[in-house]
Nanobody, 123 residues
Framework: QVQLVESGGGLVQAGGSLRLSCAAS????????AGWFRQTPGKERELVAAISRGSENTYIADFVKGRFTISRDNAMNQVYLQMNSLKPEDTAVYYC????????????????WGQGTQVTVSS
């Protein structure tokens, strides 16, 4: 059973930074695209960033472009979300995901999800 475990969330002041990490169990992590989503109460989960298997393609949502970056280390089975210049509206539960299709991640339909990590940005 493949597991995705997020870490790095927490409480930060507006303007601060956090780096989320996602550790994937199992083998052949480099065969999967990955993505970060976020969700706040009463809203649908939204795609924040996605990255293809070998990092040749990345996607950053317009609402975080210029502030967030996604990266991965296939040797370490890790995906990262660097979040800078955080705003109170970035407060959400952030989820890591993966799928063997980059398109599926981009469409919000990855096959595997992590349990989520809370990010709270105070004003």
């Amino acid at each position: 059973q493949v597991q995705l475990v997020e870490s790095g969330g927490g409480l930060v002041q507006a303007g601060g930074s956090l780096r989320l990490s996602c550790a994937a169990s199992g083998r052949d992590f480099s065969n999967y695209a990955a993505g970060w989503f976020r969700q706040t109460p009463g809203k649908e989960r939204e795609l924040v960033a996605a990255i293809s298997r070998g990092s040749e393609n990345t996607y950053i949502a317009d609402f975080v472009k210029g502030r967030f970056t996604i990266s991965r280390d296939n040797a370490m089975n890790q995906v990262y979300l660097q979040m800078n210049s955080l705003k109170p509206e970035d407060t959400a539960v952030y989820y890591c995901s993966r799928d063997n299709s980059y398109v599926a991640v981009g469409a919000g339909k990855p096959s595997t999800w992590g349990q989520g990590t809370q990010v709270t940005v105070s004003s």
